[in-house]
């Protein structure tokens, strides 16, 4: 499962952090960082981060 | 012929209930219904983005469509989704389980979603209809923007969250304006008196003008051209000049269409914790029209118009509904239904974010910061409280960090003891 963010579209509202927190967090800076390749365990989380997105800027491939 | 739900909406709700189905395992026909000539997209940019962005030469629909910001992708490996678009469902027999449409067929249905969404509340004043707009769909945004040109008088009517922003896109959009609200302050029952109060000021000093604890009892309109408005006339006999109305007075919800059914419509859907539409097995109802009781907060059925409503409560209904036609998702039914409502407003360079409610509140007051210079760098935090409980909390300005704190406090606050079903 591949994650990618569009780091234009972000505008740190953290709906992801909270959806699937073992992906996405903020860094020091207010920045979004997240973990490119998740757990496959991490499925349902991470399309529940890339649905709740208010501006879509998560994108998820599976494989 | 294989078992069908039938979602009458096609707007953010539906597009999410579809999904939600596929991924819970529905292998049954899908039909969404939507009334726009679109499919579903994003309405957030509308106030926003879209009226103010000097690129876009007059857009056309197609060109808002194609925007990143407006486009809304699909959840990708979902299929054999069936959309009508530009048509309406008119009628719901609930013995005969079908949905009557507007070309005069039927659509029958083990399913249903009721998801249709909101409709801007008019002013109940006759005349001016060229002058006068309102916001929700992309027709409407096109519509705004082609008249929000320099130099235009533009009287908002209406300071919540869509008239604030509407007044900031104006205003950057070289507009006179001026935003009429009959309570003291703008946003005043989301925000709290304090924070209403700055972001007015925040909003004055880029001169939008308020005309607070007032109301438009009247639209002046030319002596030679009824469809154009001169002037907004106020409750205290005094007039806006104004060439412009933005009706930004609430939504309707979009149920007119099943009455004859019995079902209570006086405020969108009643549904219990599992959006069951009163007790109907099969139907179910999602978003902006769900009425339904949240845990976090008490037993009272309430509709709630954040953009998170729709994904958060499509989850819900997709899972009730397939146990109600004998598709139950494992472990779907095991938990209480209560979403933490959250919701974003962008006004010039000012961000309010927040989660829980604001409703039936005893008491709000700032829990971090205050309002001297500077204080949209480093954010204010602002808690509602019912009985001594926090249970909405929003940041405005600030930084992410502040936003997930502000969540997180909510959400600690609001937490109900997990029940066994």
């Not at chain 2, 469902?89 to 009721?114: C, E, H, K, P, Q």
């Not at chain 2, 909003?203 to 907004?232: C, K, P, Q, W, Y």
């Not at chain 2, 933490?340 to 509140?361: E, I, K, M, N």
């Amino acid at each position: 499962m591949k994650v990618t963010v569009d780091t234009k579209l972000c505008a740190e509202m953290g709906q992801c952090v909270f959806s699937a927190p073992e992906v996405f967090a903020f860094n020091d800076n207010g920045k979004l960082v997240w973990e490119s390749n998740p757990d496959l365990g991490l499925r349902d989380a991470v399309d529940e981060a890339a649905d709740v997105c208010p501006v879509q800027a998560i994108f998820v491939e599976h494989d | 012929m294989s078992a069908r739900i039938v979602v009458v909406g096609g707007s953010l709700g539906g597009q999410r209930s579809a999904e939600q189905l596929r991924a819970k395992g529905w292998d049954g026909e899908i039909v969404v219904i939507g009334a726009e000539h679109h499919p579903p997209y994003q309405r957030p940019p509308l106030s926003k983005a879209v009226l103010t962005d000097e690129g876009l030469r007059e857009p056309a629909a197609a060109d808002l469509l194609a925007r990143p910001d407006v486009a809304l992708r699909q959840r990708p490996g979902v299929e054999g989704i069936t959309w009508i678009t530009g048509h309406s469902a008119v009628g719901l027999d609930l013995a005969s389980r079908t949905v009557a449409m507007d070309d005069g067929s039927d659509l029958a249905f083990d399913g249903l979603i009721l998801a249709t969404g909101l409709r801007p509340r008019r002013l109940a004043l006759e005349g001016g209809t060229a002058s006068r707009h309102v916001l929700r769909t992309l027709e409407d945004a096109i519509s705004l923007r082609a008249a929000l040109q320099p130099g235009v008088r533009v009287a908002v009517v209406g300071a919540g969250f869509i008239g604030c922003e509407v007044a900031a896109s104006a205003v950057a959009r070289g507009c006179d304006v001026t935003v009429i609200e009959p309570l003291a302050q703008p946003m005043l029952a989301p925000l709290g008196a304090r924070l209403a109060r700055a972001m007015r000021q925040h909003h004055e000093d880029r001169g939008v003008r308020f005309s607070l604890n007032r109301v438009v009892t009247a639209l002046r309109t030319g002596s030679d051209d009824r469809d154009r408005i001169e002037a907004v006339g106020l409750d205290d006999g005094s007039e806006i000049p104004a060439t412009l109305v933005v009706e930004a007075v609430g939504s309707v919800p979009n149920v007119d269409w099943l009455s004859g059914t019995g079902l209570d419509l006086s405020n969108g859907l009643l549904c219990d914790g599992s959006l069951r539409v009163e007790g109907h097995q099969g139907i179910v109802a999602v978003g902006d029209v769900a009425r339904f009781p949240n845990p976090r907060f008490d037993d009272v059925p309430r509709r709630v118009e954040h953009w998170s409503m729709p994904a958060d409560t499509a989850v819900q209904a997709a899972v009730t509904l397939m146990a109600d036609l004998g598709r139950p998702v494992p472990g779907g039914t095991g938990h209480v239904f209560a979403p933490l409502p959250s919701f974003w407003s962008d006004q010039f360079d000012v961000r309010v974010q927040g989660y829980g409610t604001s409703v039936a509140c005893d008491e709000t007051r700032i829990l971090e910061g205050d309002f001297s210079n500077g204080w949209k760098k480093r954010g204010v935090t602002v808690g509602h409280h019912r009985n001594g409980r926090l249970v909405g909390c929003l940041v405005a300005g600030g930084t992410p960090a502040q936003r997930m704190k502000a969540r997180r406090l909510v959400e600690e606050s609001t937490m109900i003891k997990a029940v066994a079903l």
